[in-house]
Structure formats: C-alpha cells, structure tokens
C-alpha cells in the first residue's frame, strides 16, 4: 500500500479508471459480436459508435477502430 498521500489518490482514480475502461471494451466487444453475428444497419451503427467512443478516448488506436469498422461493413456487404 502506497505512504504517500499523491499515490493513495493516484490508486483511487486508477482503481475507477480501469473499472470505467473494462465497461467499455466489454460493450464494444459486445457490439462488434452482434453486428457480426447478425450484420443489421441497427447492430453496425451500434458498433461504429462503439468504436469511435473507444478510439476517441484512447481505448483503442484510431486505426484499430477504422480497419474494424472496414471489416464490419465488408461483412454487410456481402450478407
């Protein structure tokens, strides 16, 4: 356990932090699951928004979120 008070503060937000960051790879990871399960204009709108909320907070690279995004269209495509 850390002594000094800065550290004490920095585990508290840390702790909050990783509880925030694991929600949201688990809805985008969730979202990128249906959409390829079931590729409907409604799932992938879902997953594209997914993606560009965890590229725009650092989550993800944004290249990540636009070659998934390339991919998932690609599917819908040609289902």
């Given amino acids: 356990m850390p002594i000094i008070r800065s550290a004490i ?31 409907n204009p409604k799932n992938l709108t879902a997953a594209f928004s997914a993606l560009d909320k965890a590229a725009k907070v650092n989550l993800i690279h944004v290249n990540k979120a636009s070659r998934l995004k390339s991919r998932l269209s690609k599917l819908a495509a040609i289902k």
């Fill in 9 to 39: 503060k920095k585990m508290r937000k840390d702790k909050l932090r990783t509880a925030r960051n694991a929600k949201r790879e688990e809805g985008m990871k969730r979202a990128i699951k249906t959409a390829r399960h079931t590729p």
